[in-house]
Nanobody
């Protein structure tokens, strides 16, 4: 599976961004799709997950601000990020689980700063 993420950029505190990640190649069997992030000097952390049926889970730090969604027909996962804070600054990575195989996208940088 190849993953192409997009949508990162520079945004002011309180602003919004929408990330997208499109899967291609061997996409049959993709179940879980997720977003992770890694801030400078910190470990990669899970942001949100969504299964094929649409059930979601979020990190406590983003609950109520971020929304993960997916379009199964397009094999694409989205992350709508609202009320962004400086501490949301990180490289965001998409991840998919196809059967027992995990694949990562290349990462997209989100910078929240005034």
């Amino acid at each position: 599976v190849q993953l192409q993420a997009s949508g990162g950029g520079l945004v002011q505190p309180g602003g919004s961004l929408r990330l997208s990640c499109a899967a291609s190649g061997s996409v049959f069997g993709i179940n879980f799709m997720a977003w992770y992030r890694q801030a400078p000097g910190k470990q990669r952390e899970l942001v949100a997950t969504i299964d094929r049926g649409g059930s979601t889970n979020y990190a406590d730090s983003v609950k109520g601000r971020f929304t993960i969604s997916r379009d199964n027909a397009k094999n694409t996962v989205y992350l709508q990020m609202n009320s962004l804070k400086p501490e949301d600054t990180a490289v965001y990575y998409c991840n998919v689980l196809r059967f027992t195989l995990s694949s990562w996208g290349q990462g997209t940088l989100v910078t929240v700063s005034s």
